[in-house]
């Protein structure tokens, strides 16, 4: 089965900071990647798909990039309402593998 | 608007069985393979199994392959988790989610809360 390792577990940023967060694959597959958010006691919410392709609704400042093994999540300009745990995945097929999560605070 | 709402969650002792639900509203239930998906406190997401549009298909992450059951009743609307020889490590928030295939897990519910402990 493909693993999905995240990095970094957490980081602090500043309002206005670019954050990247990166997702790598146990091994090389097609570009079914997603991202989603989860905020504080709240349930996730589909960011990207198709590692790059942002969902209906979801802001212009998230962008998503990579193939192979390795994927990107940016988020420019960080806001105070991004602070969340955002999670990689692999769909598609069965496992459909989350990462560990990345916590995103602001400093 | 296109919603899942779970039920079926509780308080039960090791080993024993729980039956979750989920209700379908909103769009075309048949058209959509859907998932389970659990989040242990304090924890990231966990993958729990898989039905496809039409039943057919059926998959399941290695911690609950064969104790749990994955089912749909598209006459209801409904989707359903059979958990059996449930262990404290199942303790978890139990997501009902919608697979868009292409497009991964678009519509979440709210969660059904489930706690296994002696």
């Known amino acids: 089965d493909i693993q999905m390792t995240q990095s970094p577990s957490s980081l602090s940023a500043s309002v206005g900071d670019r954050v990247t967060i990166t997702c790598r694959a146990s091994q090389g597959f097609t570009n079914s990647v997603a991202w989603y958010q989860q905020k504080p006691g709240k349930i996730p919410n589909l960011l990207i798909y198709a590692a790059s392709i942002l969902h209906s609704g979801v802001s212009s400042r998230f962008r998503g990039s990579g193939s192979g093994t390795d994927f990107t999540l940016t988020i420019n300009n960080l806001q105070p309402e991004d602070v969340a745990t955002y999670y990689c995945q692999k769909y598609k097929s069965a496992p459909w593998t989350f990462g560990q999560g990345t916590k995103v605070e602001i400093k | 608007q296109e919603q899942l709402v779970e039920s079926g969650g509780g308080v039960v002792h090791p080993g024993t069985s729980l039956r979750l639900s989920c209700a379908a509203s909103g769009f075309k239930f048949n058209g959509y393979g859907m998932h389970w998906v659990r989040q242990a406190p304090g924890k990231g997401l966990e993958w729990v199994a898989f039905?496809?549009?039409?039943?057919?298909?059926?998959n399941y992450g290695d911690s609950v392959e064969g104790r749990f059951t994955i089912s749909r009743d598209d006459s209801k609307n409904t989707l359903d988790l059979q958990m059996n020889s449930l262990r404290v490590e199942d303790t978890a928030l139990y997501y009902c989610?919608?697979?868009?295939?292409?497009?991964?897990?678009?519509?979440w519910g709210q969660g059904t809360t489930v706690t296994v402990s002696s």
């Open positions: 039905i496809s549009y039409d039943g057919n298909k059926k």
């Open positions: 989610v919608r697979d868009k295939v292409n497009f991964a897990m678009d519509v």
